[in-house]
């Protein structure tokens, strides 16, 4: 089957916002065998609007929308796609009374221009959206089905997975269920992942399951695609896979699926009962950024120092494990927290480069004592700044996992041993 994704708005044709929702539907059909044939980006403009959907009409199957659902007047695809059918809109009463009740549940009165979201072209099939107020919808133009969805990323994702891909493997003709099973690691690269995952049989078979790697610095995705002929099917074949992977992969697993490393630290401090403070040095505060903010955080979190300055953080000499120790006890102490992470960083001099980098030490203590691990990246200032944010949640996450926490990553330069 031809698919096409036609995305639309003009802060996407111009480049002022960057369209991450492409590149997620693409991914996200691949890994189902779904493949894309045709990407497509169109302003906010009804004429090329209606010629980019005759056109996607004459050479797809089936054609992705999205944008252009929302209330204001430059959202412009539920009126084209009724100007490409040949139809009138209509007001859907089920709509509008579902957004009523959404705005009336937040003590808010639905503006007026918010009914343009409830026409919809006739005779359209309604795709519901269970977390916005703009719903979905499918039309047939030319030869392809056209299926609209919001351009808000967190609503596209929950109807793509939901409402879209379903719909998508009914028309498509291929049988059967569909999973896709992910694991988040840190500390290794994509080669190394390949050489430690490649030979396992069941990717071997045709037909069966589907390896797949994503890289974003600092973690890597491991997918596993797969298809069957139900769940029992699908989950009596990836049980024994994930199991191995599991095992491969070892600690550098750092969350599966939709879980994430800082939610993984959170739970762990959860279940036993623990408070954290952590203490920065030109991470930007990233590490606080990520835990603080997460559902029952407000119980665990205590404090996050972030400084540029060393003295700030009590620290009189140049940074070593010994002193992220010592400041990880002492921001414990000061803030009654259980526990306590604190990284610390040497920049290297000079102006930002390729190799450019920094010694980084990270100390954690609890009242039991504390531990430190020291590493150097390089990679340029971003880099730098990513990985030792990273490197600290990871080491926490370890810590609290009874795992070692000087296990060595692929990122990071350590010197040879000297010859005897």
């Keep these: 089957m031809k698919i096409e994704i036609l995305c639309t708005g003009d802060e996407i044709l111009t480049g002022k916002t960057i369209n991450t929702n492409y590149s997620y539907m693409a991914r996200r059909l691949a890994d189902i065998g779904l493949g894309v044939h045709w990407g497509t980006t169109v302003g906010d403009d009804r004429a090329s609007l209606l010629q980019a959907f005759r056109q996607a009409g004459e050479r797809a199957d089936a054609v992705i929308v999205n944008g252009g659902l929302g209330p204001t007047v430059d959202d412009l695809s539920q009126e084209v796609a009724a100007e490409a059918c040949g139809v009138p809109l209509v007001l859907s009463d089920y709509w509008m009374e579902r957004m009523t009740q959404s705005y009336a549940r937040r003590g808010r009165v639905m503006p007026a221009n918010n009914k343009k979201q409830a026409m919809l072209p006739e005779n359209a099939e309604f795709i519901d959206n269970p977390i916005g107020t703009a719903c979905g919808f499918a039309v047939t133009i030319g030869r392809a089905r056209f299926l609209f969805t919001p351009g808000v990323p967190r609503e596209m994702r929950r109807m793509l997975d939901e409402q879209v891909i379903p719909r998508l493997l009914a028309l498509s003709g291929i049988k059967g269920v569909t999973r896709l099973k992910r694991f988040h690691t840190f500390g290794i690269g994509e080669s190394r992942a390949d050489e430690m995952l490649g030979n396992i049989e069941a990717f071997k078979v045709e037909g069966g399951i589907k390896l797949g790697f994503q890289a974003h610095y600092p973690q890597l995705e491991t997918k596993l695609a797969v298809r069957g002929d139900d769940e029992a099917d699908l989950s009596a074949r990836l049980a024994p896979v994930e199991a191995e992977v599991r095992k491969r992969l070892g600690n550098f697993i750092i969350a599966e699926d939709e879980q994430t490393l800082e939610g993984i630290i959170l739970a762990a401090l959860q279940q036993r009962g623990a408070t954290l403070s952590t203490a920065e040095m030109f991470t930007s505060g990233n590490i606080a950024a990520r835990l603080a903010p997460l559902p029952g955080a407000e119980k665990i979190f205590k404090r996050g120092v972030v400084a540029r300055d060393p003295i700030e953080l009590g620290l009189a000499g140049e940074p070593s494990p010994e002193a992220a ?40 203590a609890d009242a039991q004592g504390s531990v430190s691990r020291q590493a150097r990246l390089i990679g340029g200032r971003d880099w730098v700044r990513v990985g030792a944010a990273e490197l600290g949640l990871d080491c926490l996450r370890r810590y609290l996992l009874g795992l070692p926490v000087d296990e060595r990553i692929d990122f990071e330069r350590r010197d040879p041993p000297p010859s005897a």
């Design 325 to 364: 120790e010592s400041i990880a006890q002492d921001q414990r102490k000061a803030t009654g927290a259980s526990h306590a992470l604190t990284v610390l960083m040497q920049l290297d001099e000079g102006a930002d480069r390729p190799d450019f980098g920094a010694t980084i030490c990270i100390g954690i």
